[in-house]
């Protein structure tokens, strides 16, 4: 059995697929889409079951390293999902200027993103359906079953009442995780679809301590795809939840070019947790993290060390902001 009460994956696929032409019926839906494996999944599913309602809204600005080029690659050009991207770059840096406290930069980002998201739901709107991808256990944590809450954008603030959604849609609300990337799997994703790392809501503002620049950024990105290359390099990427570089804020003495330099120094954070309540870091063998800081001092000019966070959960949290 599947998900405890259906015959297969492909059973559930179908039950869904006839649920939501039901509850569409024609209509217009919504998706705030973060390119994770719960919301791709329930934007796919949605899609197929009924091409020409659904538009997805991708928000731009706080991403990974080539995370937006992969998304329009995965969801526009193979699988033709409408897809709304916003470069929001340079308007979250703006209300970012000066801001250094973590929970301020928090709580900017997560209304920049529903202002965002509002604009577009407006504009391409009416819009009668919102899809969420909220899985079993976030209905479990809400305490309440038939909860219609709308499920925070990343943990960074949930979406305005007043956009005029009159109901959820929620394919995945029966499924734990793993069952997800089951369904993911099954529905054709790409395996870095299926098993993509989760990601905070604040994106790389929280992993670039202090005041977030368009610079800060730009050799955070550089040096998390680094650890993130090395680590599928090494065949870890199944082995290892979550694994990311952290822009630390600190600057030290470094020797580059024969020549004494003040450099960026950047920390390597890897983890495995089953409920994120608690983390436990990660032994990466010595040989990866040497080829990481090797690879991260000669490759990106301004930094010149590499530490490895060896903090589990208590009492560090997983992010450093």
Partial sequence: MFARKYESVGHFIETQYETIRKQLNGKKALCAFSGGVDSAVSALMVHRASPGSLVCVFVDGLMRLNERKRIEEIYEQIFEIPLVIINGQNYFLDQLRGVTDPEVKRKIIGEGYIRLFEEQAIKRGPFEFLVQGTIYPDVAESGDDKSALIKSHHNVGGLPDRLPFSELIEPLRELYKNEVREVGTALGLPEDAVYR?????????????????????????????????????????????????????????????????????????????????????????????????????????????????????????????
């Fill in 197 to 321: 790392q989760p990601f905070p809501g604040p994106g790389l503002a929280v992993r670039c301590v202090g005041e977030v620049t368009a610079e800060k950024l730009e050799i955070l990105r550089r040096a998390d795809f680094i650890v993130r290359d090395e680590i599928k390099n090494a065949g870890l990427s199944r082995d290892i939840w979550q694994y990311f570089a952290i822009l630390t804020g600190v600057r030290s003495t470094g020797v580059k070019n024969d020549v004494r330099k003040y450099g960026h120094v950047i920390a390597v954070r890897a983890v495995n947790s089953t409920y994120t309540v608690t983390a436990e870091w990660v032994r990466i063998p010595f040989d990866v993290l040497e080829k990481i800081s090797e690879r991260i001092t000669s490759e990106i000019q301004e930094v010149n060390r590499v530490v490895y966070d060896i903090t589990s959960k208590p009492p560090g949290t997983i992010e450093w902001e």
